[in-house]
């Protein structure tokens, strides 16, 4: 049974910075593809980053530059380190996971496991 468990989240001003962790359990690490997406109310859920098995990254335009995804394999954790953060950032962040490589974009339907979730507050 495949096991995502998001922290890290919480309330923090705008240009702050916070890291989620991801805590993965109950397949074979080395491979899979692992992604970050978000959703805020009333709005779709956002693909934001994902990483490969061989640690290609691939972020979505919102994000790139001030978010970085990264994984520890001998955690069996999945990170995303989020600087300069804006108040449009604000959302609940869901950590996925799949058995197949990444997907050019960072689409929910390319992931089967999902976690659930951490919220990310930035005030202005």
């Known amino acids: 049974q495949v096991q995502l468990v998001e922290s890290g989240g919480g309330s923090v001003q705008a240009g702050g910075s916070l890291r989620l962790s991801c805590a993965a359990s109950g397949y074979p690490w080395s491979v899979y593809c692992m992604g970050w997406f978000r959703q805020a109310p009333g709005k779709e859920r956002e693909g934001i980053a994902a990483?490969?098995?061989?640690?290609?990254?691939t972020y979505a335009a919102s994000v790139k530059g001030r978010f970085t995804i990264s994984q520890d394999n001998a955690k069996n954790t999945l990170y995303l380190q989020m600087n300069s953060l804006k108040p449009e950032d604000t959302a609940m962040y869901y950590c996925?996971?799949?058995?197949?490589?990444?997907?050019?974009?960072?689409?929910?339907?390319?992931?089967?496991?999902w976690g659930q979730g951490t919220q990310v507050t930035v005030s202005s």
């Open positions: 996925a996971a799949d058995f197949s490589l990444c997907p050019t974009t960072v689409v929910a339907d390319a992931f089967d496991y």
């Open positions: 990483i490969d098995d061989d640690s290609s990254t």
